[in-house]
């Protein structure tokens, strides 16, 4: 059964750091690209980070460039973005996804990635 199962949320101050992971289970993982996003009160969903299969190219939203380090662990079935200096403005629900399409390029529309978690709620307090 293929489910992604995000976890390591919660409270930071801004400049902080916080690590989420993003546990698959089925074959979700394999020879899929693993994106995060993120939507705030209000906002779109919007993309944030994600990483190729075999870690080979990662991609990242300008807003979080420099800040936010997205990994993977194959053999853990795991991806992790870990975000440092936080901001005000990182406050969301963050969503791990998987792209199954087996492009050679990273997307960043939500509408390619086809198996979601339930999202897990970051706050970051100014």
């Known amino acids: 059964q293929e489910q992604l199962v995000e976890s390591g949320g919660g409270l930071a101050q801004t400049g902080g750091s916080l690590g989420l992971s993003c546990v698959a289970g089925?074959?979700?993982?394999?020879?899929?690209?693993m994106g995060w996003f993120r939507q705030a009160p209000g906002k779109e969903r919007e993309f944030v980070a994600a990483?190729?299969?075999?870690?080979?190219?990662?991609g990242y939203a300008e807003s979080v460039k420099g800040r936010f380090t997205i990994f993977r662990d194959d053999a853990r079935s795991t991806v992790y973005l870990q975000m440092s200096s936080l901001e005000p403005e990182d406050t969301a629900v963050y969503y791990c996804?998987?792209?199954?399409?087996?492009?050679?390029?990273?997307?960043?529309?939500?509408?390619?990635?086809?198996?979601w978690g339930q999202g897990i709620q970051v706050t970051v307090s100014s």
């Open positions: 996804a998987a792209d199954r399409r087996q492009s050679d390029s990273i997307s960043v529309s939500s509408r390619d990635y086809e198996f």
């Open positions: 990483v190729s299969w075999g870690a080979t190219s990662a």
């Open positions: 089925g074959r979700a993982l394999h020879n899929s690209i």
